[in-house]
């Protein structure tokens, strides 16, 4: 079973909604992840938090908007989206932060639909 | 753009044949990663092989690695109905990069299906 919590399982909003997805794990992790992941596609990167302060933003639309509260939480607030952002958001971790981190733990995703 | 490439794209096998996977990379590397996932749901890491090995080897999987022609393979020996799943390379950034956390980049990925 993975040690990293996404919250909800599924999610499905109409353009003009606020929500947020959720994740967290309890593993002492200092870097934390949001991919993003389309139908038989691999994951793209999104975000990247490094000891709870944003470090990579892969160009990402600011519809999409995350927040690390602490180092086992992080959140990803989403406004205004478009159809074509419906797709599973992976949430992971890794134990350090720097370069050549080693593995990454996966959250089981949260499946967004965009009506 | 995608830093690794898998072939093959899809993979249909009898339960008990031997499955192997490649990846090609572009850039250098300090270390490959192999992911399953399920269908639907999340990554599951599989083995890191380190660029100073060439050879790595856990339960019935087997991943090499040549640095020379940037490629990795994955091999899964026995295979069973479970092992049915997308299997992904992944590669971090170049040496040097500081800070920051693991920009991991994905592969294409294969689907791999085991058939009783």
């Known amino acids: 079973d993975t040690e990293v919590t996404q919250t909800p399982k599924h999610l499905v909003m109409g353009m003009t909604n606020k929500k947020s997805l959720k994740c967290e794990q309890h593993m002492g992790h200092r870097a934390m992840y949001w991919y993003k992941q389309k139908a038989k596609k691999p994951p793209e990167l999104m975000f990247v938090?490094?000891?709870?302060?944003?470090?990579i933003n892969e160009s990402v639309p600011s519809r999409f908007s995350p927040e690390c509260p602490n180092s086992s939480l992080l959140n990803l607030h989403l406004h205004a989206l478009q159809p074509e952002d419906s797709a599973l958001y992976l949430c992971a971790s890794s134990h350090g932060a720097g370069g050549n981190t080693g593995e990454l733990f996966f959250g089981e995703g949260s499946r967004l639909t965009v009506l | 753009s995608q830093q690794g490439e898998e072939d093959p794209q899809a993979l249909s096998i009898q339960e008990g044949e031997n499955a192997t996977m490649n990846c090609s990379y572009k850039?250098?590397?300090?270390?490959l990663q192999w992911y399953r996932q399920n269908s639907g749901r999340g990554l599951v890491h599989l083995i890191l092989i380190r660029s100073n090995e060439r050879e790595k080897h856990s339960g019935r999987l087997r991943v090499t690695l040549d640095t020379s022609k940037k490629s990795s393979s994955l091999l899964i020996t026995a295979s069973r109905a479970a092992d049915t799943a997308s299997y992904f390379c992944?590669?971090?950034?170049?040496?040097?990069?500081?800070?920051?956390?693991?920009?991991?980049?994905f592969g294409t990925g294969t689907q791999l299906k085991v058939e009783l």
């Open positions: 992944a590669t971090p950034p170049n040496w040097g990069l500081t800070g920051g956390g693991n920009k991991l980049t």
């Open positions: 938090y490094s000891y709870e302060k944003l470090s």
């Open positions: 850039t250098s590397i300090n270390n």
